[in-house]
């Protein structure tokens, strides 16, 4: 076993080696397999787009469970506000100077999502990480990143479970969520 450089995944996706197909990413170094979705997680992902795509300001955009690319890995959170639009990223995927929040909905991979995915965004210096907790009800809004130090992390972690909103602010835009509308979701 061996880590690879984000190039060297690059290279095998070039190469065939790993096809859309392969369930996987890359996580500081490691090709991890990605978890398979159930409906609910779908549907979070879907109101989150609902949500907060119609309030972005001009010249950002959002991408759903695409590529991202740090400095030793390429994840695919859920949902990513970045800024630039689909021709921005022809030629690239969205690096840390181009991200302003990254998502992760939560339930069988909460785990991993609060350690590893945190440690990862932390690293890269994204500014601002949120988890849809699903199995507490809450979203967890992580920021202020140490970045690339010995064990990079988020010095500070707001908690908002229902009946309090999120507030957002991206580029000259400022607007909150209700936490309700997210992770209350459930079939009609």
């Known amino acids: 076993m061996r880590r690879f450089s984000v190039d060297e995944y690059h290279q095998m996706i070039r190469a065939a080696i790993l096809t859309e197909d392969d369930a996987v990413e890359l ?14 997680h779908d549907a979070t992902v879907q109101r989150i787009d609902e949500l907060l795509t119609p309030q972005l300001p001009s010249g950002w955009s959002r991408r759903i469970q695409s590529a991202i690319t740090l400095a030793d890995s390429e994840p695919e959170p859920d949902f990513a506000v970045v800024k630039g639009m689909s021709a921005t990223f022809v030629d690239h995927h969205p690096g840390p100077g181009e991200i302003g929040i990254v998502i992760e909905v939560s339930e069988s991979t909460l785990a991993n999502d609060q350690s590893e ?22 979203i967890e809004v992580y920021s202020a990143p140490t970045g690339p130090s010995g064990l990079p992390e988020y ?18 835009a400022s607007f909150a969520l209700c936490v309700d509308d997210i992770v209350s979701i459930r079939p009609l």
């Open 155 to 172: 010095r500070r972690i707001d908690r908002y479970r229902p009946g309090a909103s999120v507030p957002v602010a991206i580029g000259t």
């Open 27 to 40: 996580l500081e170094g490691w090709i991890v397999p990605k978890m398979p979705r159930n409906p609910l």
């Open 117 to 138: 995915k945190l440690r990862t965004y932390a690293r890269a210096g994204l500014p601002e990480y949120w988890i849809v907790n699903l199995v507490d009800r809450q």
